[in-house]
């Protein structure tokens, strides 16, 4: 048989393709749908998959609603308990009817509950936005997004950057980085203080960080993450490396939280300019997917040479392929990274194939609270 014949000889689906084309040919097929949704042991699968198809249809009402109630502060209204429905409305600033309108599509989401008295409270994912202003911030800062999302279509289509969302993350079209003012970055970087709180928690439940003796954060904003690291590891040095209009807050930051001895904060452009010597262990957390391939080939590269034999890299973000958190990895992510110009959602597995590439020993994920909201995979420099 010649080479050619063997490269034209079809490819046999594995038993699981052909269970998965078998229950999708049914699913497709009107008559069978009609009978599931009648016979008793189909109906709850039926009205399931209509419950999905339909949420995926309504899903950016859903997100709206919650942006009205989050721009209206209505969370916080309630947050000393229950309100009764006029006051609300009028704190609100909506009319009765409109107030009314939202109160019930917040309790259909279980954002807020109607007591059985008449007041309003909040609903267990409300209660859950109380004293966690990342969420609130990401909430408000999607309105840039879903402009850029209007015609999704064309957002493939086109080249990217140029957005609403590329204009916010100022580094990601521009041709130097390093010198954009704070006028520039002030807003991403306040963003990204906001919300990495919930990340640290999740990195510092995972990891020791008291095991090593200096810590740089390459691309760690304002110095939020490292703040947090600092109260859990009292007596690891800590480094900093950021734009220098963003060193520049950090430094600001650790001043007010008295962290001037053993925390410093390096201005550059982790693309060319030299990292501060002296970290047995380096940081990237929520970097990586922001960029493209070939700018993280090369940042991993340059991680590996400046850590020491033994020495190791951290990384933190969500990843592609997360078991129970498809959607955030690939639709969300991927999505909000198209509109944004630059990077991709990846898999453990991509990260560690480069990883490897770039020159570390081994590398292995280790298991978060909350891996949709990000997973920590840790490499290591071999031993000299």
Known sequence: MSASAGLDAPVQPSWRD??????????????FRSWAAGFPLTRPYARKRARALFDLCA????????????????????????????VLAARLDLPPEGAVRLLRAAASLELV?????????????????????GIAAMVEHHALLYADLADPVALLRRPRGGNALSGYWAYAGAEAPHALGRERTGDYTALMAASQPM??????????????????????G?????AAVAASAPDLRLMLFDLPAVAEQGR????????????????????????????DL???????HDH??????????????????????????????????EPAGDAYFGFYLLAMGRGRPRTPAELQAMLAEAGFAASRLIPTRTPLLTRVLVADVAQA
Request: charged content about 25%; overall charge neutral; glycine content about 12%.
């Open 18 to 31: 052909r269970f998965r084309a078998w229950r999708e040919g049914l699913t497709a097929s009107p008559g």
């Open 59 to 86: 899903g950016f009402v859903y997100s709206q609603v919650l942006f009205a109630c989050v721009r209206l502060r209505l969370f916080d209204l309630l947050a000393d308990g229950p309100v009764e429905e006029h």
């Open 113 to 133: 509950a109607q007591r059985d008295d008449g007041r309003w409270a909040l609903g267990p994912l409300g209660a859950a936005m109380i004293g966690n202003p």
């Open 199 to 220: 990340v640290a928690e999740e990195v510092i439940a995972a990891y020791d960080f008291r095991r090593h003796r200096c810590l740089l954060d390459i691309g760690g």
């Open 222 to 226: 304002s110095g939020a993450f490292l």
């Open 252 to 279: 600001e930051r650790f001043a007010r939280l008295r962290l001037e001895g053993r925390a410093t904060a390096h201005g550059g452009d982790f693309e060319g300019d030299a990292f501060p010597p002296g970290a």
């Open 282 to 288: 380096i940081s990237l957390v929520r970097v990586l």
């Open 292 to 325: 493209d391939d070939e700018v993280v080939r090369t940042l991993l590269a340059r991680v590996r040479a400046a850590l020491p034999p033994g020495g190791r890299l951290l990384i933190a973000e969500p990843m592609s392929g997360t078991a129970g958190a």
